[in-house]
């Protein structure tokens, strides 16, 4: 089942927003596997302490992002191949990238300055 106990909400983004990314980051990471189980949505309702139907938009875009499957009544399920996931990482990493590029260009940086920061960063990091 998706444990959803490491999932820590921030002001200024979302909470819908903020429980698809958590379950996309699940699935590129490989801790959330196609078939696993969603809590129900009341139980993920009364664990995070936010409105059932906050829960229920993020599951409405799960599903029609056809990342999971729900039956009437029971439980959902992770609906996940490998070029979902691969779509998954290419749109949460150019994500990443235009949130980078925005702060760089707040910051007055040049294409030139972000591209020696990230080529530096880039062999520095794991």
């Known amino acids: 089942m998706l444990d959803f106990g490491g999932l820590r909400l921030v002001d200024g983004v ?3 927003l903020q429980i698809i990314r ?3 980051a699940n699935i590129i990471s490989g801790r959330t596997v196609n078939g696993d189980e969603m809590p129900s949505r009341r139980v993920l309702s009364a664990l995070l302490g936010v409105n ?3 829960i229920q938009k993020a599951c409405r875009q799960l599903e029609e ?4 499957v729900s039956y009437a009544g029971a439980k959902s399920l992770i609906s996940v191949d490998e070029r979902k996931k691969q ?3 290419k749109e949460m990493g150019e994500e990443e990238a235009r949130n980078f590029i925005r702060l760089m260009k707040a910051m ?3 294409l030139e300055d972000a591209v020696k920061l990230l080529n530096g960063l880039w062999e520095n990091t794991d």
Do not use: A
């Open 14 to 16: 979302p909470i819908y």
């Open 22 to 24: 958590y379950v996309k």
């Open 52 to 54: 059932p139907n906050t």
């Open 65 to 68: 992002e056809g990342l999971i």
């Open 87 to 89: 779509e998954i990482l």
């Open 108 to 110: 007055g940086l040049s």
